[in-house]
């Protein structure tokens, strides 16, 4: 089991640690989170602890229920359908705007975590994969410039990653996924905002159709009714 005790920041890794568990699905959609389990396993005290979930309450991670604590906050076809309604309005504009970035060392950027990501797909890391795929959405939000849209996107992206890894294991989503990307790295290579928005929303629609089709929310409706579990999940 790792120990923290060495770490300067505790509570910021150890939301580093909580948060990562949520992304590969280690604990699930509204489970309960029990502080002293965590910090038992962690070898740390509570107070870290507690300081990781508020800051994850935050982000919008976790829920803080009422004479229950801490639980990952459950995704529902409501939550789903509310992020993807600003994600429609802010990746094509962030898109939009990075385009006034456009040169040649941009593309080369661009072309090089796309033949990462065809790399990784080819050797089926798909963990390496999913990494890149944040680089490469990441990478047009710093070109863009915008402070505000930086500080949306920071809660915005843990979001998707929780999303997008329910989505890419969904009937070879990665391939689909890798040709989604082409298509806007080639859009904005070309500096055509018209091709480029509409590679973007083609992205965002695909990635909404496979989260719908899958059948993640109908199983976690059923969990819902379930009392609520306890923090089982083994953290590394």
Known sequence: MEKLKDYLTLTDRTLEIIERAIFEGSIKNGQRIVETEVAKKLGISKAPVREALKKLEGDSIVQLLPRKGYIVKPITL???????????????????????????????EMDRIIEEMRRSLSEENHSR???????????????????????????????????????????????SSLKEHIAIAEAYKKGSPTLLVRAVRFHLE???????????????????????????????
Not at 88 to 100: D, M
Not at 213 to 236: C, H, M, P, R, W
Request: charged residues 30%.
């Open 78 to 108: 409501k939550s789903m359908n509310d992020f993807f309604d600003v994600m429609f309005i802010l990746e094509p504009t962030a898109a939009r705007i990075a385009l006034k970035r456009r040169n040649d060392l941009v593309c080369r």
């Open 129 to 175: 994969y999913l990494a890149l795929n944040e680089e490469f959405h990441s990478f047009f939000y710093k070109l863009a410039e915008n402070e505000w849209i930086a500080k949306i996107c920071q809660m915005l992206r843990k979001q998707a990653r929780i999303l997008r890894s329910l989505s890419l294991f969904k009937r070879d989503r990665f391939a």
């Open 206 to 236: 695909k990635f909404k159709e496979n989260i719908v089709d899958s059948n993640f929310l109908k199983e976690e409706a059923s969990v819902a009714q379930k009392k609520i579990g306890k923090f089982t999940a083994t953290i590394y």
